[in-house]
């Protein structure tokens, strides 16, 4: 064992968390950066899961992205190709990205490239679809594949442009200590962020060149896109918790995510493995029309916002987001980051929340006291709909399973040949 303690070797972990330095250097087509996409192949959210056992919002994503790269020309040839296996699914984990929701991405899809300047580690997650009919909650149609050649096209060589004027990238730690002192949780509300990055960006659009209808179409998007900044933090938190990972021993969390099957936890102490059990449907609220039984279960790699500590762990930092996803007033978001501090190991100083008395975002989720105390981390999260096509239908909360902890914890207790305390 490299430490003397498990305790020891946690300090460790969120010593590498706290020293990260995350910039954003460009957007790229993911083919360019992640070597698997060279071929038919779609990375999906979450631990490994066949075609077969996806819900069905992911088959739509999994459709709609075949029809995006022109492997098919009408869906029936897409499933047909999904369902014989002449396509490969690769876990976004696996190759150091993350997808929101289903995660669907493929080739030629535009992602961010998010690098901690402390290692070179670095991450990438797709662009941000805006609201309505998107392909993350498994819609294909044609107005879903026109935005997505659009982005291609346009949206991802625009901020590619912008991003190479600034010497060194952008500096997403400044980013969202201001964001987390404006409101913002980054999971379910990113709306400051979403802000300073287009104020940010902006000068460096005008410098870039562009024909002025782009230029107008892409501030437009941006202006209008308030989840924007979500997958920023998604390729950050990727960065930051793979750096905190290279610490192979302790008892931290160092990535949360599901499939819409499984659920899935990785540790510290345990490497690469994955820690699953079933997954839980969101709580919440509803948009008109809908009700619990319309709800498909959760899924999605965006917890690895609460896994570095912010999204539900910061409840706190965003209580206007309880009223939204149905879980209370202020009240009720203190109660969640108080109840949230009992299963981690400390506070993040970088992240200051004011209503939290300055308090900082919540900092290493320990297992070991997630199983001691039966408290399990908050999830926030969007809710789809079971039937591909039909989007989002509510915002809400899940908690992640205990199950997972569990089975992890014994993992580590063999590992070490004790019992963990």
């Given at each position: 064992?490299?430490?003397q303690?498990?305790q020891?070797?946690n ?7 706290l ?17 698997e ?13 066949k ?6 919002p992911?088959q ?13 020309n ?11 296996g ?5 876990p976004?984990?696996s ?36 609201i309505?009919?998107v392909?993350?909650?498994g ?5 879903v594949?026109?935005r ?5 096209d346009v949206l991802?060589?625009a ?8 010497d060194?990238?952008?500096?997403v ?20 962020a ?9 000068p460096?659009?005008l ?9 107008q ?6 202006a ?5 900044f ?7 938190g ?36 994955w ?30 916002t609460e ?5 539900g ?6 209580p206007?987001v ?9 009240n ?17 100083p970088?992240l200051s929340?004011?209503?939290w008395?300055?308090?900082g ?29 039909v ?8 908690r ?7 089975k992890?914890l014994?993992?580590?207790?063999e ?7």
């Amino acid at each position: 064992m490299q430490y003397q303690s498990i305790q020891e070797a946690n300090e460790a972990v969120t010593q590498q968390i706290l020293e990260s330095q995350p910039f954003l250097l460009d957007v790229v087509p993911a083919k360019d950066v992640i070597s698997e996409l060279n071929g038919k192949v779609l990375l999906h959210a979450g631990p490994s899961i066949k075609w077969e056992n996806m819900t069905h919002p992911m088959q739509g994503s999994c459709i709609g992205a075949t029809l995006f790269e022109g492997w098919a020309n009408n869906e029936d040839d897409a499933k047909k190709m999904l369902e014989s296996g002449e396509i490969k699914f690769v876990p976004c984990h696996s190759v150091d990205a993350v997808g929101p929701m289903g995660g669907i991405t493929s080739g030629n899809m535009p992602v961010v490239v998010v690098e901690n300047k402390v290692n070179g580690k670095r991450a990438y997650c797709n662009l941000n679809e805006g609201i309505g009919a998107v392909l993350r909650f498994g819609a294909y149609n044609d107005e879903v594949i026109n935005r997505l050649q659009w982005m291609k096209d346009v949206l991802g060589p625009a901020l590619s442009k912008a991003l190479k004027q600034i010497d060194g990238g952008m500096n997403v730690n400044v980013t969202v200590a201001k964001a987390i002192t404006m409101g913002d949780e980054f999971h379910q509300r990113n709306i400051a962020a979403s802000a300073l990055f287009l104020k940010d960006i902006v000068p460096y659009l005008l410098t870039a060149d562009l024909p002025e209808n782009e230029l107008q179409e892409v501030t437009t998007f941006l202006a209008d896109t308030d989840q924007f900044f979500l997958n920023i933090m998604m390729a950050t938190g990727k960065a930051v918790m793979d750096s905190a990972a290279e610490i192979e021993e302790g008892s931290i969390i160092t990535a949360l995510s599901r499939n819409g099957d499984e659920f899935g936890i990785k540790v510290s102490g345990l490497g690469d493995q994955w820690f699953t059990a079933p997954v839980n449907t969101p709580d919440g609220l509803y948009f008109s029309g809908y009700s619990t039984d319309d709800a498909n279960p959760d899924m999605g790699d965006s917890a690895i916002t609460e896994a570095y500590g912010v999204g539900g762990m910061a409840m706190i930092a965003a209580p206007g987001v309880t009223r939204f996803v149905g879980t209370g007033g202020f009240n009720d978001a203190v109660q969640t980051s108080d109840e949230m501090r009992e299963i981690c190991i400390g506070n993040n100083p970088n992240l200051s929340i004011p209503t939290w008395d300055f308090q900082g975002a919540c900092l290493g989720i320990d297992i070991r006291k997630v199983v001691e105390t039966g408290i399990t981390p908050v999830i926030n999260t969007g809710i789809a709909h079971k039937t591909a096509g039909v989007g989002q239908i509510g915002a809400g909360t899940v908690r992640v399973p205990l199950g997972c902890f569990e089975k992890a914890l014994e993992a580590l207790a063999e590992k070490y040949g004790v019992e963990v305390e």
